[in-house]
């Protein structure tokens, strides 16, 4: 009975091994075989149903919010006062992104045109659509600064003209007029006579080319064949750099599109992407960690030196002529008007922005950028991308439209670019990414814990066995032989057997 108790416990010494094996060896396949689905699931292939549909048409709610810098003050800033402002909004709208002319390349490439439109959300607005706000009139005021040093003969003709038309320093026009556009006989006249000196040639406003348009023809990276290129700019309109600015590092198109990033990120990891509306490449970094949804995630936003100027920070000195730090000048890329990109209130911007302009509050939460990346798969959960339009004005001699105006950055508008992942593909993406690795963890662990246990307790086992078996002397071995002859009257009983055992024994 004890042979076998120790035959049993060997038995269960193997078992053991082999589930501490099994378990270790889970430990390093594991990791290799969730990479491995994450590769094959996140490579731009109309085969990879799920995450192709998701990159072509964004299968999360998108929302713009806009908020205007209302004037309180416009006859006092003609007169050289300083600007008071009053921010109005949030005027939301839902924003719909569909990819289209799709065309794979045989140089694992995809091109693509990216359309978007969107659609007022009462509902999650202050207001409506018809709402009345007051704002700097960038037809008069842009377009005096950029004639600041043409002929005064020019000026003053270009002045009368404002005067035909009935145009002044500020507009106060409808949410929707201002967004979208307005019809202005002096608009009518620059685009009859002045072919496009303006950006658009029907009404003019602020988003009048965003609505029901595309973003250029990228072609980026589908991630075959090495998938840290993945969604990587390959060229953006044909271009493989930019031609705005004053350096080859300026001008260079980085990073991906701006909506995925490749996978397997790290807290050393940046997020460059490349934005048409910014007219240059951005780039944010890491935070800090933290989870949406029981999704685990790293938040990156925007450094300091996003917009600061070349003196403040040597690498940036190729997008200057600049001004004061948190301003970034877009003036060669928006017609030569002397239109700048911030922070919303400045955030992050020289503070000497903020003694020009009253009713500007900065703090991170409110007005900071940021986007929360799940860094296995390189997948946003969830983006906020908030910037500021500003207007540089001036008094300009000659264009008597421009009163007395002090020299100021004047904010117009600020608009925030939100959505987060939700519902079913959230689900699904909690189920594959964090549900399914955390069961295989267990398992792992758990046979790594059960081989251990196992071993130890078939060990103990076996050791018990081994010390109970009773040890026997020759006497005994011989009493045990003549016993058994005995007991089976067998003639082969001579009383010196037992003297041969001992012998033998000894």
Known sequence: MAVKK?????GFIAAGVLALFFG???????P????????????????????????????VPFYMSIYFFHILNPQEILKGEKPMVEQRGPYVYRKRIQKDNITFHPNNTVSYKEYRSYYFERSMSVGNESDVVTIPNMLVLGAAVMMENLPFAVRIMVSTTFKTFKEGAFLTKTVGELMWGYDSK??????????GMLPSTGKFGLFAEFNNSDTGLFTIFT???NIRNIHKVNSWNGLTELSYWQTPQCNMINGTAGQMWPPFMTEESTLPFYSPDACRSLELVYQRPGEFKGVPLYRFVAPKTMFANGTDYAPNEGFCPCRQSGLLNVSTCRHNSPAFISHPHFFNADPVLLDYVQGLHPNEEEHGLFIDIHP???????????LQLNLYMKKVSGIT?????SEVVMPMIWFEESGYIDGPVLSTFYTNLVVLPAVMEYVQYGFIALGLVTIIIAAFVHYKVKVKLPSRSPSDLCYHVFFNCMSHHSACCPTNRCKTEQESLH
Do not use: C, H
């Not at 120790?6 to 060997?10: E, G, L, R």
């Not at 270790?24 to 594991?30: A, H, M, R, S, Y």
């Not at 699931?41 to 048409?57: A, F, G, H, L, Q």
């Open 24 to 30: 270790v060896l889970l430990t390093f396949v594991g």
């Open 401 to 405: 439209e421009t009163g007395k105006i």
């Open 376 to 386: 296995q798969t390189g997948v946003p959960l969830n983006v906020s991308i908030r």
């Open 32 to 59: 290799i075989i969730i990479d491995d689905q994450i590769v094959k699931n996140t490579v731009i292939d109309p085969n990879n149903e799920m995450s192709y549909n998701m990159w072509k048409d964004v299968p």
């Open 6 to 10: 120790s035959k049993i416990a060997v």
């Open 186 to 195: 002096l608009v009518d006249f620059l685009n009859k006579y002045l072919p």
């Open 223 to 225: 991630g075959k064949g």
